[in-house]
């Protein structure tokens, strides 16, 4: 493979300001470098979606938790009346239905947990890129500490939720921030930053279950957690190597040019009504060149966000209905097990893209649907007889769902041409976000009509 010669320097803020430099290359992936990127960007993957994936966690403790406070005397003063998530316990459900319901679904979370990040993504693409990327780190890592202690200390459901909406913005604000940020590196960061994002999944499902089950208080468990968002500002600015041509500091964006392989690349467009002269200095596109970028992305962010929606729809509408009785496993913790799970698989699938990748996106959304409609019809008749095969069916929703993700964007920084990645990467991710927001919308009645069964 051929060399490149590359004359490195350090180049200021006001440099760039002066126009008294030519922009450099990105990143080598020849370099030593090369693995504190891919590391970087697996633990800001691995970060970012942290809290999201805590909150949902947490989601069935938060709302049973608020049902016990609502149900407490006012005469009875005690830690565990003093917040949702002040006490472990089970806690008993007064209602008569068979799937042992919460009066509020677990969706409810889930909404708030997404629709603060849909709205971000829908907007934030045609003007994120005017603000630079030390600034929105920062503000990821303030709005993710903040929803760790809003919801630990909350002694109402809303304020809960409002814990959640800040988890849901740095989650949505770090996503779109950092697949536009892999647009100046190697395009090997993007399978780092899939895996971390899985990893989360898996780490944060994982370490809330093992804590809460450890005896730890599900308050004090999320105030532990305040070390992740630390961890993010640690890799982004000390793990990272920063190519000089990404804003960090100054309100501009200089221009840019790629560094990686294109001989595997197929054009997302089959015409050149987006394209203008390659090179450095043109990444700044006009509303109407990214409006043309668009319909490119359709063919993966239609089934992606396919198979968010069938998954999520399982996760938070069926889920908490999956409810076996009679056996070790409490209602709360057959909920956290499924949780984490499914994250498992998650984790496993967004991994694998540098062994098996998938351009047929459609296949997976298929599958995640015809998952969603026999699990819907498990919960409603109750025919399968035991929890294990619940289980093995979450594993591979988690599978589908994680292979989804990864190969997604593997396939459009593959396919993008150098001037439209940062904008096609950052856009595509609305479409998983979009399928989580509508099967959280429908779970809210699913749920109300099953838990109105006697």
């Known amino acids: ?105 677990t969706a409810a979370i889930l909404l708030a947990d997404i629709l603060p990040t849909l709205l971000i993504k829908f907007t934030a693409p045609f003007f994120l890129h005017l603000i630079p990327y030390n600034y929105r780190v920062l503000l990821c890592f303030l709005t993710a500490a903040g929803s760790f202690l809003i919801v630990s200390y909350s002694t109402a459901i809303t304020v809960s939720l409002l814990g959640v909406v800040f988890a849901s913005i740095s989650s949505g604000l770090g996503e779109i921030s950092f697949l536009g940020l892999t647009a100046y590196y190697h395009r090997d960061v993007v399978a780092g930053w899939s895996s971390g994002t899985g990893g989360a999944g898996i780490f944060g499902a994982l370490s809330y279950l093992g804590l809460t089950w450890a005896g730890v208080s599900p308050r004090y468990t999320l105030l532990l957690m305040l070390v992740v968002p630390a961890i993010m500002l640690c890799s982004y600015f000390l793990l990272l190597i920063h190519p000089p041509s990404v804003p960090r500091w100054k309100w501009h964006t200089p221009g840019w040019s790629s560094f990686g392989a294109t001989s595997d690349r197929q054009p997302l467009m089959d015409h050149d009504s987006c394209s203008r002269p390659t090179g450095i200095g043109f990444h700044n596109l006009t509303f109407s060149e990214k409006f043309c970028i668009i319909p490119g992305l359709i063919k993966y962010m239609l089934p992606l966000s396919i198979v968010y929606f069938a998954e999520y729809f399982i996760n938070q509408g069926l889920f908490e209905l999956l409810y076996f009785k009679n056996i070790i496993l409490t209602h709360a913790l057959q909920y956290r097990w499924y949780q984490m799970l499914y994250q498992a698989g998650v984790f496993i699938s967004r991994s694998s893209v540098k062994c098996l990748s998938i351009r047929k996106i459609w296949v997976l959304a298929l599958l995640q649907s015809l998952n969603m409609l026999f699990l819907l019809f498990a919960v409603y008749y109750m025919f399968i007889p035991s929890i294990y095969i619940i289980m093995t069916l979450i594993v591979y929703e988690g599978l589908l769902g ?32 979009l399928g989580i927001s509508l099967s959280g919308g429908l779970a809210i009645p699913v749920h109300n009509y099953f838990c109105s069964l006697p």
């Not at 450099?24 to 697996?42: E, I």
């Not at 565990?80 to 919460?102: E, G, I, Q, T, W």
């Not at 396939?411 to 991710?429: P, T, V, Y």
Request: glycine share 4%.
């Open 1 to 105: 493979m051929e060399r490149r010669n590359v004359n490195w320097k350090q180049v200021s803020d006001s440099d760039w300001e002066d126009g008294e430099v030519e922009p450099l290359p990105l990143v080598s992936p020849l370099r030593a470098s090369h693995w504190r990127n891919n590391t970087g960007f697996w633990l800001l993957g691995l970060c970012n979606n942290f809290a999201y994936v805590v909150m949902l966690s947490a989601a069935h403790d938060i709302l049973r938790g608020q049902e016990a406070q609502n149900r407490t005397s006012g005469f009875e003063v005690s830690e565990s009346a003093s917040s949702p998530l002040s006490s472990p316990s089970p806690v008993p459900n007064s209602n008569a239905s068979r799937y042992d319901c919460n009066a509020i679904s």
């Open 402 to 433: 994680g292979a989804a993700y990864v190969n997604t964007f593997n396939n459009i920084a593959q396919e993008s041409k150098e001037e439209h990645r940062e904008f096609a990467m950052s856009a595509a991710c609305m479409a998983d976000t």
